[in-house]
């Protein structure tokens, strides 16, 4: 199985991976400035845009694995939301074929419970699950839509992402339901002490879905991590505040990521 790759840029390798149900170009026009400085790598994951679903693939070591062979040797990877547990994930599988992480609205654990106050209820994500079953396409605008809650400029943002929503196309049901057994099963809690690569942990301030607080508790237990709060954003704070977190990411990226890799070299 290949997964749909956009690659742009010059310099070294940047992985991107996008949240549930979105796709590789939700991204923004941050990635313009971005991509003078790395050489993108902008994927779609397994059953979303324009990738196929993978077959096999019950959780989030197995949705790495589906994702790793696009990965060069030597990259940072940024990942956004379930995308930075993915990046999590593929740093605790393969520690030495990383440079680094930026993690973006991302939590080492989705949901409340075990001592972990900073996550979404389960049965609010339950009412996500039901809604995939019945009416996937109005559940998904829903998502999008609390995304955006909580931050100063809401509606632009909520119009950014429902007008790129379909730009590549309709995620897979199975990818969807997979991703959100993927958000409630996943807990990276005790790998986090053992993932030594340099990290960068960007939280919106009011974030709805993955807190704050949730990031905050991210950086503390990752070793090397530096935690930046985005003040006034929401989900999505790349779009909402993208000179911000633009300045943060290219200063964290040009002390931490690796020389470029030769065209076509892969981990």
């Known amino acids: ?27 923004g026009p941050w ?40 990965v060069p040797r030597g990259a940072a990877v940024l990942g956004w939301s379930l995308g930075g547990m993915i990046a ?70 909520l119009r950014m992402l429902r007008s790129r929503l379909a730009s590549h196309g309709k995620p897979d049901r199975r990818a969807l339901e997979t991703g959100l057994s993927i958000l409630r099963a996943s807990d990276l809690r005790d790998a986090l002490p053992h993932i030594t690569l340099p990290a960068l942990v960007v939280a919106g301030e009011h974030d709805r879905l993955t807190s704050a607080d949730a990031g905050r508790g991210l950086a503390m237990a990752l070793p090397a991590a530096r935690f930046r709060l985005i003040e006034r954003s929401a989900h999505a704070p790349f779009l909402s505040h993208g000179p911000e977190v633009l300045d943060e990411v290219r200063g964290f990226l040009s002390r931490h990521q690796a020389k470029a890799a030769t065209p076509g070299e892969s981990a």
Request: charged share 20%; aromatic share 6%; hydrophobic share 45%.
């Open 1 to 27: 199985m290949t997964l749909h790759v956009e690659i742009r840029g010059r310099g070294p390798d940047l992985v991107l991976l996008h949240g549930w149900a979105l796709h590789g170009g939700m991204w």
């Open 31 to 70: 990635l313009d400035e971005l991509a003078e400085h790395s050489r993108l790598h902008i994927l779609d994951l397994p059953g979303h845009g324009r990738s196929a679903w993978a077959e096999g693939v019950h959780d989030l070591a197995g949705l790495a694995r589906a994702v790793y062979p696009q």
């Open 88 to 157: 999590l994930e593929l740093a605790r599988q393969h520690p030495r074929q990383l440079s680094a992480l930026v993690l973006i609205a991302t939590t080492p654990k989705f949901v409340t419970g075990d001592g972990w106050e900073h996550g979404m209820r389960r049965a609010v994500l339950d009412l996500f699950a039901q809604g995939v079953a019945t009416d996937y396409s109005r559940t998904v605008q829903n998502f999008l839509a609390l995304q955006t809650l909580g931050d100063e400029r809401p509606a632009g943002i």
